[in-house]
C-alpha cells in the first residue's frame, strides 16, 4: 500500500553517495558523514530491494511508469563506488547509474562542501574571544557561525541558499582564518580505466555537472558551461552519444530544467525536494543513507527502510516507527 500511494504510482529510484568499508577505507577527508554507508549496510539494502522490487535500469524505470520497478543510482563518482559497490552489484546482477562530477574523476580533491565542513571544524578550535571578534566584521547571516558552535550540517545547508555575496565573503574570512584543507592523499574519486570496467557489467553513467555547485547559484553562461562540459567528458569516457544528468543536491528551478533539455539530456534525475515535480528532466529520487535505512539504530531495519522507500522521511517517519515500536523515544532517524 505505501509503495504505491505515497509515491503515487511511480517507479522507486533511490541513490546512495560513497560506499566505504569500514575496517580498510579511510574516509576522513569526508565531512559530511551522511553520504557515507557501510558495504555490509549496503548489502542488506539491495537484497531488501530485490526481495520487493524487480530492479532494471534508470532508463527502462523511467519508461515502465510501474511502482514494482526499482532503479539504483549513485551521485559524485566516488571510488568506493568501484571497491566496494561493483563487486556486489555485479554478484547480484543489478545495473546502477553512476553520476559523475566529471571535474574531480581521477583526483583526491575535495568538494566544496567537504572544504566547508574542515574549516568550520577547524573554526570550533579558535579561541571564542577571537571568534566573536572576527564575527564583528561579518554580515549577519554568518555573524552566528563566529559567536556560537553551530551544527556543521546546518551551516552547509544555509550555505547553499546564500547568495554570491554572501558564500564569498564567508569562504574569504575561513580561508584566513583558518586556511583550506590539503588534499585526501588517496585518490577518492572514479578512474577512467575504472569506469570502462564497470561499463561492461551493465553501470551506466551521467553527468552530475563539472564541479557541482549549486545550480541555481549560476549565471546562464556558466550553467550551459557546466551542463556541457561534463556531458562532453562523459561521453569521451564512456563512447555513449547521450546521458542522463543529475541535479547537484537535487536544486533546480524551471530554468535549470530547460537548460538540462536544451543541452540534449535523456533526461535528469533530481532528489526528493520537489516530488511534485514528475517529467523526465525532474524524475524524483529517494536518497538512502544510514539514518533513513537504520532509523537511528545503525543497524539494517526493515522498518525504516520501508517507509523511507514509500517516500515518507523526517517526522512522518519518526512518528510511524515509534506507532510501530522500532524506533526508541531517544532515537534520531
Known sequence: MWRSSLRNGRPLIVYFHEIFEPRNDDVSWCGTRSLL??????????????LHYRIVDLEEAVRSGSSKVAAVTFDDGYRGVYRNAFPILNEMRIPATVFLTTGYLGSSNLLWWDVLAWQLEKLMNVPR???????????????SLFTENPRTDAMIESYKWASTTEREELSAILKDLVGVPPSAGERIYLSGAEISEMQTANISFGAHSRTHPIMTWLDPKQLTDELLDSMAAVKMLTGADK?????????????????VQAAGYIGAVQTFRRPEVTNQFAVPR????VRSTSGGSGRFSRAATTVTLAGMNGTRLRSLLHSLGTLSPTSKP
Request: some cysteine.
Open 286 to 289: 529517494i536518497v538512502l543513507n
Open 243 to 259: 546521458c542522463w544528468f543529475s541535479y547537484p543536491d537535487g536544486m533546480f528551478t524551471e530554468r535549470e530544467l530547460r537548460a
Open 37 to 50: 554507508m557501510p558495504v555490509d549496510l549496503f548489502r542488506k539494502i539491495l537484497s531488501h530491494l530485490s
Open 129 to 143: 574571544g577571537h571568534r566573536v571578534k572576527m564575527g564583528q566584521a561579518v554580515s549577519g547571516t554568518w555573524r
